[in-house]
């Protein structure tokens, strides 16, 4: 028993710094019809960044299971988490699509509204939305499980350890997923899922022009000043704070963000 769980302990070692290994990796973004050079890559889980030069190409440091995001304002924003594959390749290709709009982008003011976000919020009355939980219609309330949490669940299952009467038993999967790194992984997977549904609810909410002319950003860069609000620890607060308590928080990232190099060009 004694030398099984020596050698259950030096595979799962081996595994762990597998899992730990940090690499340069060399990309390069395609398309055909634009031009990919000042592509910002974002590697959400060291934080890090880096852009492409003229001929698309970057570089950046990774390990398995990070999620890069990938951002320009003439392409759909895109994210890629590192396998394996990705990890071991001498060249890693994105080919990004083309952000194409086919009408101009019309501003409705419904409700009486002036312009200025400070002054709507406080004076906007609107009819609550009839849903299920309003009708209080049964399991109304049960909000459903994203893929990485169903994940974290399998992964991190049961007790360590289980009593049955004199036996005991040794939950391995739990143990071996929190030795390898998998646990965590899917943990970090779960926060960044939270993150990204957060990041979506605040442009439904106030917009990106609304964000650009509130916070003195050009729009085209509404979407690298998100990246820098969602990299922050204190931004899934936000989910918790009232509408005018986060274009506030955000109204002070914006000035935080003016000062970094994600506004420079």
Not at 120 to 125: A, I, V
Request: net charge negative.
């Amino acid at each position: 028993m004694q030398k099984y769980l020596s050698f259950l302990m030096l595979l799962t070692t081996l595994f762990t710094f597998s899992q730990e290994q940090t690499r340069l990796l060399n990309g390069k973004v395609k398309n055909l019809n634009n031009d990919v050079s000042d592509v910002l890559i974002v590697n959400l889980n060291s934080k890090k960044s880096t852009i492409t030069d003229s001929l698309g190409q970057f570089k950046i440091e990774v390990k398995l299971k990070d999620s890069l995001r990938i951002t320009a304002v003439q392409y759909l924003t895109k994210e890629i988490i590192i396998s394996e594959k990705i990890f071991d390749t001498n060249l890693f290709l994105v080919n990004l699509v083309e952000n194409v709009i086919d009408l101009e982008e019309v501003t409705v003011t419904p409700y009486n509204l002036t312009g200025k976000i400070d002054l709507d919020l406080k004076g906007l009355t609107i009819t609550p939305e009839i849903t299920s939980s309003t009708l209080d219609l049964p399991n109304a309330d049960i909000e459903k499980m994203t893929q990485s949490e169903r994940l974290l669940i399998e992964a991190d299952r049961g007790n360590y350890v289980n009593y049955y009467g004199i036996a005991l038993t040794i939950n391995t999967h739990k143990i071996m997923n929190r030795l390898s790194g998998r646990t965590k992984a899917f943990e970090e997977m779960v926060v960044r899922d939270e993150k990204m549904k957060l990041e979506k609810e605040i442009i439904a909410k106030f917009s990106k022009k609304s964000m650009s002319k509130g916070f003195d950003i050009p729009e085209t860069r509404i979407d690298e000043f998100l990246t820098y609000c969602l990299l922050q620890d204190d931004f899934l607060e936000l989910s918790k704070r009232s509408t005018t308590e986060v274009w506030e928080h955000l109204k002070n990232k914006s000035v935080e963000f003016s000062q970094t190099d994600y506004s420079k060009d």
